[in-house]
Each structure stands twice: as structure tokens, then as C-alpha cells.
């Protein structure tokens, strides 16, 4: 059983540009959340995937769009990317709904934005 | 907003002895998480709590839960080096998500 996987380790952008994080899922997760974590702080959720839709999101603007794919892998994209996105971007997959379900992370992504 | 409060923000000492990590909240959640965070890494889960009063030890360690489940705590006897890490707690709220505390950065000294 594989686990969670994520790419790209590292990423540098600069102000104004997009980004797009991938997340392989755990074999038999149906679900996938993502999280922003900044230095020193620990994560706040960006949004949740279930069955490819959408399923609740945290206190984060529209520029911060998600995907999830029939393989229940997603994506993560953050479009006109400011110096507070630099963060570790961590997702998590999990066989259901958070609080039913262990959530098991990625190493994460570590995004500076320059 | 739910906030959750951890402290303190920063420990170090000396292995073998005891430390209490504490995790609180104005907010009720239906279940508490504590997870271990190493450089480079995810978090992982270490324990979940979900009834007011519920105590669980992991080894040396031991989580309670608080009788209103709005406060938690995670003691650890006789520390060892590699208890090192970032300690986080996180509550399940009604809408099924994750509220994270900010962490405890645990440093166990030889």
C-alpha cells in the first residue's frame, strides 16, 4: 500500500504567477484535503475533496481553486500568488469525511514566493 | 472563529523528565486530535479523543481530554530524545474539519 505522495518537494515563484500542486492519494482514499502551513504555525485548512466534488472550505479567497480526479488524485492551484502564499502546502487523504476518518498527510510542499 | 490555543509555543529539557503540553479552546469539538510533526514531514496522527473525561496513553505518553471537550493535554514521562518534534493538536468541528493549534516545538537535550 503506497502512501500519500506529493509534488513537487520544492517550488520558487515569484509574485503574480500561478501555481499548480499535485497529491496522489492513499490506495482506497476517496477523500483529500489540502492545508496551508506557514513557518511556525500549524495548518489551516484550504478545502476538502470527496468524490471529485467539492466538500467545505476553509477561510481562503477564489484564487485558491482545487480538483480532484476520478483516480481521487488532486490538485491544488493558487493563481496571482502573493508573498504571504509562501508556505508548506500539505494534503491529506483520508476514506471519508474528516471526523469519521484518520487523515494521512504528504510530505508536503514547500512554496516560496519570491 | 474557533481557535485553538496550545502552550507553551516552545520546550526544551533534558531527557527523563516530565513535560505537559496543553491545548485549549472557548469552542466545543466533537473529537480532539493530537499529531507528531518531524522536519520535512507531514504530521502523523498519534491519538484521537472523543468523549469529555477520556484519557489514552500511547506509552509514555498520556492525552486527556477535557470533561466539557474544549481543552486537552499531552503528558509525557521520562522524555527521550527521540520525542523530539512539533507536537500539534487539532479539534473536529461540526462541519467535520480540522481547527489546528499553532504546535509546541519539543526539543529532548542528552
Known amino acids: 500500500e503506497t502512501g500519500v505522495t506529493q509534488s513537487p518537494t520544492h517550488l520558487i515563484k515569484t509574485r503574480g504567477q500561478q501555481v499548480t500542486l499535485r497529491c496522489s492519494s492513499q490506495?482506497?482514499?476517496?477523500?483529500v484535503s489540502w492545508y496551508q502551513q506557514a513557518l511556525g504555525q500549524g495548518p489551516q485548512f484550504i478545502f476538502q475533496?470527496?468524490?471529485?466534488?467539492?466538500?467545505g472550505r476553509g477561510n481562503f479567497p477564489p484564487r485558491f481553486s482545487g480538483l480532484q480526479f476520478p483516480n481521487y488524485s488532486s490538485e491544488l492551484n493558487v493563481n496571482a500568488l502573493e508573498l504571504d502564499d509562501s508556505a508548506l502546502y500539505l494534503c491529506a487523504s483520508s476514506l471519508g469525511r474528516t471526523g469519521g476518518s484518520t487523515q494521512y498527510f504528504g510530505p508536503g510542499t514547500r512554496l516560496l514566493v519570491l | 472563529t474557533q481557535l485553538l490555543e496550545q502552550s507553551p509555543q516552545f520546550l526544551s529539557i533534558q531527557e527523563g523528565e516530565n513535560l505537559t503540553v496543553y491545548c485549549n479552546s472557548s469552542s466545543v469539538f466533537s473529537s480532539l486530535q493530537w499529531y507528531r510533526q518531524e522536519p520535512g514531514e507531514g504530521p502523523v496522527l498519534l491519538v484521537t479523543v472523543v468523549t469529555g473525561g477520556e484519557v489514552k496513553k500511547l506509552k509514555r505518553l498520556t492525552f486527556q481530554f477535557g470533561d466539557a471537550r474544549k481543552d486537552s493535554s499531552l503528558h509525557i514521562t521520562a522524555a527521550q530524545t527521540g520525542d523530539t518534534g512539533l507536537y500539534l493538536c487539532a479539534g473536529v468541528n461540526s462541519n467535520y474539519q480540522l481547527i489546528w493549534g499553532a504546535g509546541t516545538k519539543l526539543i529532548i537535550k542528552p
Open positions: 475533496y470527496y468524490r471529485e466534488e467539492e466538500n
Open positions: 490506495s482506497g482514499h476517496n477523500t
